[in-house]
């Protein structure tokens, strides 16, 4: 069955964001270490960003790194930040040739140098491509990113309070004044999250920006996720019906 030829192009999700867990229980099931499966999973991020390309979805989002997971052991991150580095500067080359722009979200200033380089170059080599942004979550967290925006709100308000204005800048603070304070304000809301290796939460990510999103949940690790595995996601969004809160027309 050809899934992909199945998807109607005119219904496809224009952000797509993915939690890419089981990693660790992958490579586990083979008596292999959990960097192991982190290097497996390095073709899985490559299927399924020429899959997104492929069908024309503009955005993707990748939640690479949480602020949480520095709590892992020491061997396992300096693993996984090595490898950082290693594929960024190996995919910058597939990047620009497939026209995808990679970008990064997160508290990316407190990156190891060399990750932190690494992925600043990827950003400039890549910052003119057109056909899809690649957007990798590094060192990021829901919770920190709407603590950082509050933070940024209020140093604005204090240096405005002694302004000659008879309104109140916290009362006029609207949603999308808070939405440009975020670090993902440069990106639509995502439509769709996939989340793979069975496990059925969000994990601090895009905490804000997942208000209406449709959320799928795969039982896949996510070394094994492959392009139909991803056309099984795209098709079951498909199906859905968005009302944001109304009714649909059948029920109205």
């Not at 899934?3 to 109607?8: G, P, T």
């Not at 099984?232 to 109205?252: C, H, V, W, Y």
Request: some cysteine.
């Amino acid at each position: 069955m050809d899934l992909k030829a199945q998807i109607q192009r005119d219904k496809l999700p224009q952000h797509v964001a993915v939690i890419m867990d089981g990693n660790g229980r992958w490579a586990a099931q083979r008596n292999r270490p959990r960097v192991f499966g982190h290097r497996h999973g390095v073709q899985a991020v490559r299927a399924v960003t020429e899959a997104a390309a492929e069908l024309g979805i503009p955005y993707l989002t990748l939640y690479a790194f949480s602020t949480e997971n520095w709590k892992r052991p020491r061997t396992e991150v300096n693993a996984l930040m090595s490898l950082l580095v290693e594929t960024i500067r190996k995919e910058v080359k597939e990047l620009n040739k497939n026209d995808i722009k990679l970008k990064a979200i997160g508290d990316l200033q407190k990156l190891p140098e060399k990750s932190h380089k690494a992925l600043i170059e990827g950003i400039r080599n890549t910052a003119n491509n057109k056909r899809m942004t690649l957007t990798l979550a590094l060192n990021y967290s829901g919770r920190w990113d709407i603590l950082q925006a509050a933070k940024n709100i209020c140093r604005k308000a204090s240096l405005n309070k002694n302004a000659e204005t008879p309104h109140d800048p916290c009362e006029e603070l609207s949603e999308e004044d808070f939405r440009q304070a975020l670090c993902t304000r440069d990106l639509p809301e995502p439509e769709l999250l996939i989340r793979t290796s069975g496990e059925m939460r969000i994990s601090n990510f895009l905490l804000w920006e997942m208000a209406y999103t449709e959320l799928y949940f795969s039982k896949v690790f996510w070394p094994d996720f492959s392009k139909e595995e991803f056309y099984k996601a795209i098709l079951d969004f498909q199906q859905r019906e968005r009302r944001f809160g109304g009714l649909s027309p059948t029920n109205s």
